[in-house]
């Protein structure tokens, strides 16, 4: 089936109705996001006739999550660290964002505003098995919630589309220390002093002569 805007526009529908949808069948559902949303992993297509497989990239030099069990964690970490979760489609308040759309059908483009109340740690450091990341990334997950600070963030998104109109790849741009001052509580978590102690007492013996 060759690409187009419409069956794209109708999967971003999907999408947005997942993430806002609230008090609807498949709000935050994880499965109708899986299935109905993004593509699966090894998904053949005679532009990638090996296959595919979904990812999330949230900003630059943040955590990067490929294939179907990451993207998964990642917005069930989500949906647990933020459970009031939005991402609203606007340029400001009361102003609507225009989908922006490219040449061959392929991308979307969407500004929208991220607003959530963090109940939960976002990703720890954890042991890694087989090589496979943590997504521990500061500062956010140096935050230790105390359950009342909320986001308001714009944030540029990007998803592009397999043939079959399924997201193949999502990526958020957006300022990680602007959320990270909106959400700072002045407490840390316990593993984020340790580090810290570690890298002071680092710096302090190469200083030494």
Not at 70 to 80: A, K, N, P, S, W
Not at 168 to 175: E, G, H, I, K, T
Request: proline residues 8%; neutral net charge; aromatic residues 10%.
């Amino acid at each position: 089936m060759p690409v187009s805007n419409a069956q794209n526009d109708a999967t971003l529908d999907h999408f947005f109705n997942v993430i806002n949808g609230v008090g609807t069948q498949h709000y935050q559902d994880l499965n109708y996001l899986m299935q109905q949303v993004f593509c699966p992993n090894a998904n053949p297509t005679s532009a990638h006739p090996l296959g595919s497989i979904p990812a999330v990239g949230i900003t630059n030099h943040g955590p990067q999550f490929y294939g179907a069990d990451q993207v998964r964690l990642m917005f069930d970490t989500l949906f647990t660290a933020f459970p009031n979760f939005q991402s609203t489609p606007q340029l400001s308040p009361n102003v609507a964002a225009k989908r922006l759309y490219s040449h061959d059908q392929t991308m979307i483009g969407i500004q929208t505003t991220l607003t959530g109340t963090q109940k939960a740690k976002w990703f720890q450091h954890t042991i890694a098995v087989a090589g496979k990341p943590d997504h521990y990334s500061p500062p956010i997950s140096d935050i230790e919630p105390d359950g009342t600070r909320s986001i308001t963030l714009p944030v540029a998104n990007v998803m592009t589309f397999d043939e079959n109109g399924k997201i193949v790849q999502l990526s958020m741009y957006f300022d990680r220390y602007l959320m990270n001052s909106q959400l700072f509580t002045g407490v840390t978590p316990p593993q984020a002093a340790i580090f810290s102690h570690i890298v002071e007492h680092a710096v302090r013996k190469l200083a030494k002569p």
